[in-house]
């Protein structure tokens, strides 16, 4: 059951994502005319690639540094990650190492719980309980995305 | 204080029901086992299914990425003023 509160937040949620993808993706149609690949930043990508970095990004930005795992998207994947990484040294890697927690692990969870935290971005280092809270909130923006970039595939292609 | 424990739930341990009832709630984010009795789904059914959910939503997102990158090429000026709002209003 979702209530009310929760509609609203996810219509907001949806409405920025919706705004954030579409504009990068409008972008990307201005930037290179010709379809391929374009050399980022010394790594090569295909403008799919491309687009599904933008899908993940601007559902992240749109949740915000609110969850865990948008943050851990944001760390990944954000522009200014990229550039530290690059320009400085030791001192930026060294905050974005990740911080070694203690998880009390319940019997039976462990084999599961594994695979889950693999899938669930920044899972690896959570409790199994912000691991499950996370997962519930991660699969409603997921599904939100999927039918944002559903719904644009069959707009553009009238 | 050490910054590790105050991070995790209130609790030092973290107990079995927390984990049961946080289980029956992820259980209704996951299409496959929302309409199933509770107790006839385990918690390890529901982790599995939940993490073949999130695989197949991946899926999704990447033959999408790729729809959308063929298509990004025939889009003109006027039908994506159009598609956006449409999509915007689309529930």
Redesign the interface.
């Known amino acids: 059951?979702i209530s009310k509160g929760a509609t609203r937040n996810s219509n907001s949620r949806r409405?920025k994502f919706?705004?954030r993808f579409?504009s990068a993706?409008?972008h990307?149609?201005n930037q290179n005319p010709r379809?391929g690949s374009l050399s980022i930043e010394g790594s090569v990508r295909?403008?799919?690639?491309r687009?599904?970095i933008a899908?993940?990004l601007s559902m992240a930005q749109a949740v915000g540094s609110r969850r865990a795992w948008s943050r851990a998207v944001l760390s990944k994947l954000g522009s200014r990650a990229r550039r530290h990484m690059r320009r400085m040294g030791r001192s930026s890697l060294g905050s974005l190492k990740k911080?070694?927690?203690?998880r009390?692990y319940?019997p039976?969870?462990l084999?599961?719980?594994k695979?889950?935290r693999q899938?669930?971005p920044g899972g690896e280092t959570m409790?199994?309980?912000?691991l499950?809270?996370e997962?519930?909130h991660?699969?409603?923006c997921?599904?939100t995305?999927?039918?944002?970039?559903?719904?644009?595939?069959d707009?553009?292609?009238? | 204080m050490s910054s590790r424990r105050s991070r995790q739930s209130g609790t030092s341990r973290i107990t079995d029901d927390q984990i049961i009832e946080l289980v029956s709630k992820l259980r209704q984010f996951v299409p496959e086992i929302r309409n199933r009795r509770s107790d006839k789904v385990p918690a390890s059914k529901v982790l599995q299914e939940t993490c073949n959910y999130i695989r197949s939503l991946h899926r999704e997102v990447d033959d999408l990425s790729q729809r959308l990158s063929q298509l990004l090429a025939t889009i003109d000026a006027d039908s994506e003023e159009a598609s956006i709002i449409r999509s915007l209003i689309a529930q």
């Open positions: 059951m409405i919706a705004r579409v993706l409008l990307m149609r379809p295909t403008r799919s690639q687009i599904k899908a993940y911080k070694r927690v203690i009390s319940s039976g969870e084999g599961q719980a695979k889950l899938l669930v409790d199994i309980c912000s499950l809270e997962t519930a991660y699969i409603t997921l599904a995305q999927v039918k944002v970039m559903q719904t644009l595939a707009n553009f292609s009238k």
